[in-house]
């Protein structure tokens, strides 16, 4: 699914939806005050769309105006959704969206840190969050859409896919990793609640996890000890699912593709290469620096979610020899990022000292 807005002239708002089945026309559902108003046809020929292929007849076109909405030029928060996908593609400019920038957010997490994107909903004019759960068209043209400067983004998307465009669109990007043990922890956690519950647990876990949720299914697990057994036993197929997920992220292109032997370093690269990168041992540093480089009025950090099972968890996760193999590349990528930021750190204090008047 690919769109955009053409123009929002407050009587008339004009756009376009290319939706993922090429005979089906396009539906918008026009929304204010979080309640749906209105679903519009998409009526307009888009001429270069039929042409090009990309669509059968072309109507792709859609117009919502004040015959289909009364009033539509007093709805501050009117907000349109493309039907079929149920992904927002346009909401005019709430007055609290000051930040004029771009700003992707690399999610790390396989269950989302959601309240560290809490703060960005009201700061930007676009905002879009589980990136990862949307198909690639329509998250390529979230990330170009070309209406607004005020965009921001945040998935747990294979990061190399994405870069080059989020470079070219001009937006900062950003990281907080997080202890991978403690990751890990989480996703068995998630595992064996989406064995339990499938239905409701794929609304957080993506398809990539049904194999190891199957897998998960089939072992006994009466004990703890189990599950570092059926750990040590996954094939190689199903390690891929679950190994240094970190560096996957950052140096593979697909959950199809396997760690290359220089993935760390390769990594550390795309880490240095990014704007801001939090170490979650230090989340408060992480905000202040992110306020620092945005240039924005970031309130303080909100809440972060622990969970006592999952540290409980994460104690015995370290010990286990089939996790330390499972993460030998995240864990050093989480150590050098640590170093790292320790001697930046040293540097800064040293730097701030100032010298002593002869």
Same mark, same amino acid.
Request: net charge negative.
């Given at each position: 699914?690919?769109?955009?807005?053409?123009?929002?002239?407050?009587?008339?708002?004009?756009?376009?939806?290319?939706?993922?089945?090429?005979?089906?026309?396009?539906?918008?559902?026009?929304?204010?005050?979080?309640?749906?108003?209105?679903?519009?046809?998409?009526?307009?020929?888009?001429?270069?769309?039929?042409?090009?292929?990309?669509?059968?007849?072309?109507?792709?076109?859609?117009?919502?105006?004040?015959?289909?909405?009364?009033?539509?030029?007093?709805?501050?928060?009117?907000?349109?959704?493309?039907?079929?996908?149920?992904?927002?593609?346009?909401?005019?400019?709430?007055?609290?969206?000051? *930040?004029?920038?771009?700003?992707?957010?690399?999610?790390?997490?396989?269950?989302?840190?959601?309240?560290?994107?809490?703060?960005?909903?009201?700061?930007?004019?676009?905002?879009?969050?589980?990136?990862?759960?949307?198909?690639?068209?329509?998250?390529?043209?979230?990330?170009?859409?070309?209406?607004?400067?005020?965009?921001?983004?945040?998935?747990?998307?294979?990061?190399?896919?994405?870069?080059?465009?989020?470079?070219?669109?001009?937006?900062?990007?950003?990281?907080?990793?997080?202890?991978?043990?403690?990751?890990?922890?989480?996703?068995?956690?998630?595992?064996?609640?989406?064995?339990?519950?499938?239905?409701?647990?794929?609304?957080?876990?993506?398809?990539?996890?049904?194999?190891?949720?199957?897998?998960?299914?089939?072992?006994?697990?009466?004990?703890?000890?189990?599950?570092?057994?059926?750990?040590?036993?996954?094939?190689?197929?199903?390690?891929?699912?679950?190994?240094?997920?970190? *560096?996957?992220?950052?140096?593979?292109?697909?959950?199809?593709?396997?760690?290359?032997?220089? *993935?760390?370093?390769?990594?550390?690269?795309?880490?240095?290469?990014?704007?801001?990168?939090?170490?979650?041992?230090?989340?408060?540093?992480?905000?202040?620096?992110?306020?620092?480089?945005?240039?924005?009025?970031?309130?303080?950090?909100?809440?972060?979610?622990?969970?006592?099972?999952?540290?409980?968890?994460?104690?015995?996760?370290?010990?286990?020899?089939?996790?330390?193999?499972?993460?030998?590349?995240?864990?050093?990528?989480?150590?050098?990022?640590?170093?790292?930021?320790?001697?930046?750190?040293?540097?800064?204090?040293?730097?701030?000292?100032?010298?002593?008047?002869?």
């Amino acid at each position: 699914m690919l769109f955009s807005i053409d123009e929002d002239a407050g009587t008339r708002i004009v756009g376009w939806i290319m939706p993922d089945n090429p005979s089906s026309t396009p539906h918008v559902v026009v929304f204010t005050g979080g309640q749906m108003r209105k679903v519009v046809r998409a009526t307009v020929l888009r001429p270069l769309l039929r042409e090009q292929g990309l669509h059968e007849t072309g109507i792709c076109g859609f117009v919502v105006d004040q015959h289909a909405v009364a009033d539509l030029q007093d709805m501050a928060d009117l907000e349109l959704y493309d039907e079929a996908t149920n992904i927002r593609i346009y909401r005019r400019r709430p007055a609290t969206a000051k *930040a004029d920038l771009k700003l992707f957010r690399l999610e790390t997490r396989v269950v989302p840190q959601s309240a560290l994107n809490e703060p960005f909903q009201d700061l930007f004019h676009m905002a879009f969050t589980r990136l990862d759960r949307m198909p690639e068209e329509a998250v390529r043209s979230i990330l170009g859409i070309p209406f607004s400067p005020s965009i921001f983004c945040a998935g747990r998307l294979y990061f190399r896919t994405y870069e080059p465009l989020l470079r070219d669109r001009g937006f900062k990007c950003s990281v907080l990793v997080r202890d991978p043990f403690e990751e890990l922890a989480e996703q068995l956690l998630a595992l064996r609640w989406a064995v339990k519950t499938p239905n409701l647990a794929y609304s957080v876990l993506s398809e990539t996890y049904r194999p190891l949720v199957e897998s998960l299914g089939k072992a006994d697990l009466s004990e703890m000890a189990d599950l570092e057994a059926w750990l040590g036993a996954l094939t190689p197929f199903e390690r891929t699912l679950i190994a240094s997920p970190l *560096a996957r992220l950052l140096t593979c292109r697909s959950s199809d593709e396997n760690l290359e032997a220089g *993935a760390v370093e390769q990594a550390l690269q795309t880490l240095a290469d990014m704007d801001v990168v939090g170490h979650f041992n230090g989340v408060e540093t992480y905000w202040d620096t992110l306020r620092a480089v945005l240039e924005i009025d970031l309130p303080p950090l909100p809440a972060l979610n622990f969970s006592k099972q999952v540290g409980d968890l994460e104690a015995r996760v370290r010990d286990w020899p089939a996790a330390q193999d499972l993460l030998a590349a995240d864990v050093q990528i989480f150590a050098d990022l640590g170093e790292a930021i320790r001697r930046t750190d040293e540097a800064t204090d040293e730097a701030a000292v100032e010298p002593t008047p002869a």
